[in-house]
């Protein structure tokens, strides 16, 4: 339900955009959220954007470098990333989660995911 696309590898200071196409989900009642997992790390919670409003959330080590939109029309969500680092090296995942408020929270356990996509960030 949930198909990560536009990994790959980038040198340090480029962009990448990443896709996150969802089917089978009433969007108006799901946040969806980017979440990483680095070699040797645990998970961590990137950024989030709420079903109706748009209203976004970034954990601080992205903050200002990376933009996450949504079209619903598309039913797809993007994370935008500029500024990379080789700190952002890591398989990306999209998740959505089910709220009835228009709010997002990377804390909440996440409903559905994606299977993944490779970022790779080194020169």
């Known amino acids: 339900q949930l198909v990560e696309s536009g990994g790959g590898s980038v040198q340090p200071g480029g962009s990448l955009r990443l896709s996150c196409e969802i089917s089978r989900l009433n969007l108006d009642y799901f946040a969806v959220g980017w979440f990483r997992r680095a070699p040797g790390k645990e998970r961590e919670g990137v950024s989030c954007i709420s079903p109706r409003s748009g209203m976004k959330y970034y954990s601080d080590s992205v903050k200002g470098r990376f933009t996450i939109s949504r079209d619903n029309a598309k039913r797809t969500v993007y994370l935008e990333m500029n500024s990379v680092n080789p700190g952002d090296t890591a398989v990306y995942y999209c998740?959505?989660?089910?709220?009835?408020?228009?709010?997002?929270?990377?804390?909440?356990?996440?409903?559905?995911w994606g299977q993944g996509t490779q970022v790779t960030v080194s020169s």
């Open positions: 998740a959505a989660d089910y709220t009835d408020a228009d709010d997002c929270d990377l804390e909440r356990e996440f409903d559905y």
